[in-house]
Each structure stands twice: as C-alpha cells, then as structure tokens.
C-alpha cells in the first residue's frame, strides 16, 4: 500500500508542485545569466587562459619544462590525474550506489555530481597523456597495429589497464548521464521561447514524450547501469592504485592500495561535491531542493570515508614497521620526518583529523562550514597523492639518486588550468542543462512509502 | 517498421480520445477503471515514472536486462580473444619464460571491456525500442505533459461506446477531455 509518509522529513521542502520544480529548477536556463553566474564564467575563463599557455608551453617547448626527473619521474602530473580522477568518482557513487541502495536523497545531486565525474575524468586525462611528452602518438597507447610490425600493447602493465579504465568509465558515465538528461531536455524543449533553443533541446531530447513504456524502460535501464558503474567505480580506482601498487618502489608496494584508494576518491568526490553544491544551492536559490539534510548526509558520508583512509594511513605505517623491510621503514619515517614532512602532516590534519568534526550536528547542518570542511578535503586529498608520489620517489633504494623535487611554474600553471577547464564546463552545464534531475525530483514530491 | 516509421506517429491517427490529469493518484484510479471497463489504453505520458501504471495496461516486461546480458557475454568473448589474438597467437610476450597462456593481468581489460559493450549494447537498445533518435520530432499531446500533467491517450476502435470512457474519464478526476483527429485536436 503506498501512502505518504507521517514520520520521514521531507527530501523537498516548501510545499512544492510538479510545476514549481520546473519553474525553479530551469530557472537559469529559461533566463538570461545572473552576475554571479557572469563572475564566476569569466574567472573559470582566466583559469582556462592559463591551462592554454602552460599547455602550449609544455608542447612547444618538450616536457623538460616541468621540473620531473630521472628520481622523481611522476611529479605534480600524476599528482594531479589521481586527484581529478578521485574527484569523478563521487558522481558515478551517488548515481550508481545510492540508487542500488534506494536512497531517494541522491535524487538532488546526482545530476550535478555526474556531471562533475565527466568533467573531472577530463582534467585527469590530460595529466598522463601529455606525460607521455609526443602527445601526436598518444593512439599507441591504444591496441592498434602498428607500422612496425606487430608488436601490440602489455597487456601485464597497469598502465595499459588505465587507458581501458578510465576511457570506459568515461564512456559509460557519459551514457548514464545523458539518459538521466533526455526527460528533462524535453522539459526545457517544451518551455523555451526562441527557434535556436527549441531547436537543440528538441534535437537532443530524441522525440521524448513520456510514455510510460518508456518510462518503465528507462528505470530499468538506469537500474542496470547503476548495476554496471558499480564494479566499474570499484575497478578504475583499484586499477589506479595498481599503477602503484605492482611497482617495488617503498612505500607503493602494498596490498592495501585498492580499498585505500576507492575510500579516498569517494572521499574526495564527496569534498567536490559539497563545494559545488553549498554554493550552487545559495546561488541558484536550490534551498528547498538540496535541503540541510542533504549536506548532512554528505557530511557522514565525509567522515566515513576519512576516516577510512584514515585507518588506511596508519595500517600503511604499523605494516611498513612489522614487516621488518628496512626500505620500507625508510620510506614512512622519511614520509613523517622527512623534508616532506609538511605535506605528509597536511594531509594527516585535512583526511583524519578534520573530518571527525563532523561526529557534531551544528558541524553537518552549517552551510559556510561545510564549504571550508568540504575545501580542506580537497586540500587533503591532492597533499595525499603528492606524498604518496613525490615521498617515495625521491628517495629510494639508491641514496645517490636522491633529490628533491618542487613543482614548475608550467605544472602549477596545468594544475590550476584544469580548475579552468571543470569550472568551465560546469558554468555552462548549469547554464543550458537542468543542475537537478526533474523528473525525479517530481516524484518524491508526496513523500510515499 | 522502424524508428521513422510514420504510422507510429499520433498525428496520423484516425481518431483517439485524450484525457488531461494533474493528480497521480486518480490518473492510477481512472487509468484502472478504464482497463477494468475493458477500454484498450494506447499509451500514459507522465512528467515523471509513475510506478504501477505499465503493469494496469499491461505493458509487456521489458527485455533488457537480457539483452543487457548478452552484450554482456559479446564483450567478454570479443576482449578475450583480442587479447589472446594480440599476446598468445600473434606476438607472445616472454616474461621469465614463463607459459604464454591466460593470466589475471588479463582480468580488467576483459572486465573494462564487457562493461563497456554491455553499457552501449543495451543504451542501443533502449533508443531503439524507445524510438528515440537524435533529431527525431515528438509527438505531443499536451504542452505540459513533460511538466506537470499527465495524459491517457485511447484509441477509438469500432464498438467503442466513446461516451462511455469519456464519462469515466470525468469521474476519475480528467481535469480536460480531448478529441484527437488526424493530428488535430478539439475540447470535449
């Protein structure tokens, strides 16, 4: 029997009618750009500049403009695709994993946080591929025959499994996203004025009408691709830290890595998320929408996952010392003490300490704090692939081979422009597409049970 | 038939009868005594999924999931092969001389690879069968059928007593009454 609810709060406050989420939510589409929305697009914009300059320079002049070395080989690039490629990961959870688990509240964000996933993926791609310093035979990484006999891809090499990873999480998140979209492009088809708008939402909402065997057809599908991303999710994260992890490099060696790292990009993700969405949700007017109880869930799910990588942290730090390995030891006292000390307690004090603030409620139900928290994860978590990173390189096995290693003006330039990419693209999805999934949002209205 | 195929489309229907409702609820009552008056129901267009409602009209259960299933099994059989084409049959890689053969470094290229065929293979079908084609022109009954209100379509098929669906459309709380003739439509 379905009846609403008595005793659960909620998920969309304000008395709100099927009409009034259309009018709110394509609000932004149907109207000329705010001025915030104006700042922020020609901010992203300078950010966008700067990845452009650093980019041609890195191509123009070789990759010997960034300050890696023979030691230190994966520097601030790999540094930078991990994190980005953390950060995608929450959209694919949010869509896929609490969907499986029914958790109605995904319905608010899961637009915006899959979005963030396919921008995300393509900041971290391009680390590694202009690593690879001849961008122009970037396709060899690809199992193509080549003109120099045949000679085909290691199929052994992690490196290898990335470029099948990562491509099809990209793919497949794409596909899921755009599904999700098609209802709510013929939403906005139905409601813009001009010829030009009519004509592309009409073009990109495939003659949607709502049919109810359509209907019945698209939550399946979205069922089984929630079935699908969740492996998926699972693999290209594990895949990544196997990118580590199947090297002898101290302090990369461990079994640890997989789990470690699905936490930490969970955790990461999440941090992203609730950046984005404290600040959409002011902007937007989204209150009623993304309610204090949305932040709050993502709050616990923050301190989950911290704290989980937390554990993670010291397990690394008992196991290097219990396994009696010498070069292991090194490489984790040398992570605390060392001339990386600061970035190793950077990231203890962002990922474990931070986030046991939310244990509090006034912590979890405080917008402008969560922004600070939610920036300080993200803060934690790129100190974490550096320290991963940079702490095991720079001293290993051979003490004559020991640097030290900092960051060129072109790789902080990359960095900072992959911020211009995201934020561009995420400017203009909230822009000309609906920053919340409509049609789902439309029917929690009543609450039922 | 076929995605484009123009008898599919509502505008060259002969005759249907339309009905207009703000309220899920009573869209599921009416859409239940119709089906229980014996009245075949053409289709439902809701803003959003109303759950149950394929089940009252006796919508047959989707086939994804299996051909989901199959592409699937494509995909892991077309991986492993490539795989075993590229590093068994036509350059064997020697690691420590070790056996060339399967080994669990294979495993996340066929896993990335049956993922990815089984995600497309089925996001085909699902436009196929829905009909849903980049560029294709919609068919709708009422302009806020993709907002608020959700709409029953009838076809009229001889024997039909009209006034009769009609009026238990009314009792069931249609909130407007429509005739649909050759893509024109008229208020009852």
Known sequence: MIHDSLIRERLVTGDKTAADVTRDIARPILNQPTKSWKIGFTLSLIFLGIFGISLFNTIWTGIGVWN?????????????????????????????????FRQKWRMSINRSAEAMTIFAVVCAAMFPVFHMGRVWVGYWALPLPNAFGSLWVNFNSPLLWDVFAISTYFSVSLLFWYIGLIPDIATIRDKVKTKTAKFWYGFFSMGWTGSTRTWARYELISLILAGLSTPLVLSVHTIVST????????????TIFPPYFVAGAIFSGFGMVATLLVVARKVMNYENYITIGHLEAMTKIIMVTGSIVGIAYLTEFFIAWYS???YEQYAFINRATGPYWWAYWSMMSCNLLAPQVFWFKWARTTPWFIFIMSIVVNVGMWFERFVIIVTSLHRDYLPSSWVMYSGSLTEIGLFLGTFGIFFTCFFLFAKYMPVINMAEVKSILRNRE | MGILDKKLSLRNRSKMLVGIWEDEDKL????SALVHD????????????????????????SRLARVAFLCGLTGFILMTTMIWYMYVLDWPVNVGNKPVRFTPSWIPVMFEGTVLCTAYGMGFFFFWRNRLLLGVKNDLLDDRQTDDRMVIAIECVEGMNESDVLNTMKSNGAVELRELNHGVQTTI
């Open chain 1, 324 to 326: 009696g390995v010498e």
């Open chain 2, 38 to 61: 014996g009245v075949h129901i053409h289709d439902i267009y809701t803003p959003y999924p109303v759950h149950g409602l394929e089940r009252i009209i006796g919508a047959r259960r």
């Open chain 2, 28 to 31: 599921v009552e009416a859409t």
């Open chain 1, 68 to 100: 890696i070395n023979k030691t230190v080989m994966w520097g601030w690039d790999i540094t930078n695709f991990v994190f980005w490629v953390g950060i995608g990961h929450a959209g694919t959870l949010i869509s896929a994993v609490l969907l499986l």
């Open chain 1, 243 to 254: 990118d580590f992890a199947t090297s002898i490099v101290p302090g990369w060696h461990t």
